[in-house]
């Protein structure tokens, strides 16, 4: 069974940074797609980033341009670099991980982006 340990959230003031990390361990045959959800009070869950094993990736349109997701394969990590962050911005993130037969999700962590 795959495990994903996510962390790196916090509070910080608008136009700061914060890089998510998401870690997942446990009997891993081969890690396809990964990536990012977010939820904030009261909205559905939006997908955030999105990137396949090769490489391609795909971004929600208002994080295009300050949101960065990368992974490393050796040690089935998945990254969101986030910069220029903005008061929507604030909501729990979700990492997901995609292999052949099952998905996984982290146990959230809070971004809060506020003066």
């Known amino acids: 069974q795959v495990q994903l340990v996510e962390s790196g959230g916090g509070v910080v003031q608008p136009g700061g940074s914060l890089r998510l990390s998401c870690k997942a361990s446990g009997i891993i045959y081969r890690m396809n797609n990964m990536g990012w959800y977010r939820q904030a009070p009261g909205k559905q869950r939006e997908l955030v980033a999105h990137?396949?094993?090769?490489?391609?990736?795909n971004y929600v349109d208002s994080v295009k341009g300050r949101f960065t997701i990368s992974r490393d394969n050796a040690e089935n990590t998945v990254y969101l670099q986030m910069n220029s962050l903005k008061p929507e911005d604030t909501a729990v993130y979700y990492c997901?991980?995609?292999?052949?037969?099952?998905?996984?999700w982290g146990q959230g962590t809070q971004v809060t982006v506020s003066s």
């Open positions: 997901y991980a995609e292999m052949t037969l099952s998905r996984y």
């Open positions: 990137m396949a094993r090769g490489g391609s990736t």
